[in-house]
């Protein structure tokens, strides 16, 4: 039987201490162990976002990523993403104009929606779908969610 490994953690600003299995992945940790359920387990191949979170800043699948790489680092996913109960301008702007559907994706495309808006503050049309290419969408056809984040991305400049 492998041994299981400590893991110290800070998730969306809470320390988390854990047990994991050597195999066990970030998003069976933070979905299982932690009680944190809205990062979604799509693929678990790393082929279409639902589970992307950030890694010490670095926008991960967390479906590829072990839970003892999270080890001393920091993690935010969408349960960090508002600020108490004022929504972030991303969350905001996702349900004024109808940027999600079914919910799968949505936690995965605002975490690396957020990622896209903190390196880019103004980003193209063609900038924000390059930088979504990794979280697929089956419902919406991708234009409410475009439509979203440069609504959020004018939002957050003061335009």
Known sequence: MAKKSHV???VNGDEYE???EPGQTLVDALRNTMGLTGTKEGCSTG???A???RLDGRLVCSCLVLAVEADGKSVSTIEGMANGEELHPLQ???L???GSQCGICTPGVLIAA???LEKNPDPTETEIRYYLAGNLCRCTGYDK???SVQAAAAEMRGS
């Open 47 to 49: 082929d279409c976002g």
């Open 92 to 94: 905001r702007q996702f």
């Open 96 to 98: 004024e104009l109808n």
């Open 18 to 20: 854990f047990l994991c």
């Open 114 to 116: 957020q990622a896209l």
């Open 145 to 147: 969610i475009i439509r």
């Open 8 to 10: 110290t953690t800070t």
């Open 51 to 53: 589970c992307s979170v």
